[in-house]
């Protein structure tokens, strides 16, 4: 029989506080930022549509579950989210080009076609 894992590990404890930062960057950066942000600190692994996707579930409180998740954010999506907009926010301040540059990549490449997007993410940020 296989171990049980414990709940706090699928399903992260979510404070109020994490969820209103979420809110509140998504309100003041706007939504394709906070999808920049999550895409670029991914290096690709998230395309913008699952980096979107996985924003709305964690708002939601659903439970979010990827490998880099559970890897480097021992399952705690809202943590994985607020880490990567930490070092988004810091390539803003020091890099303001770079990120526009970014944000304005991730825009163009919702509008590809599955296969081509996730052959972007693979090639990510080398495209850059």
Known sequence: MLPTLHKTFIFPRRTKGA??????YINEKGLDWVVAALVDGSIGYY????????IKATLE????????????YS??????ILSDIRK?????????????????FVKTWRNLNTADALTVGLMYPTLL
């Open 19 to 24: 969820l209103n930062a979420l809110e509140q």
């Open 47 to 54: 395309t913008p549509e699952i980096a979107e996707r996985m």
């Open 61 to 72: 409180g659903k439970p979010w579950i990827s490998e880099r998740t559970l890897a480097c």
């Open 75 to 80: 399952g705690d999506q809202v943590q994985e």
């Open 88 to 104: 988004f926010e810091y390539l803003e301040r020091h890099y303001p080009d770079r990120a526009k540059a970014i944000i304005e």
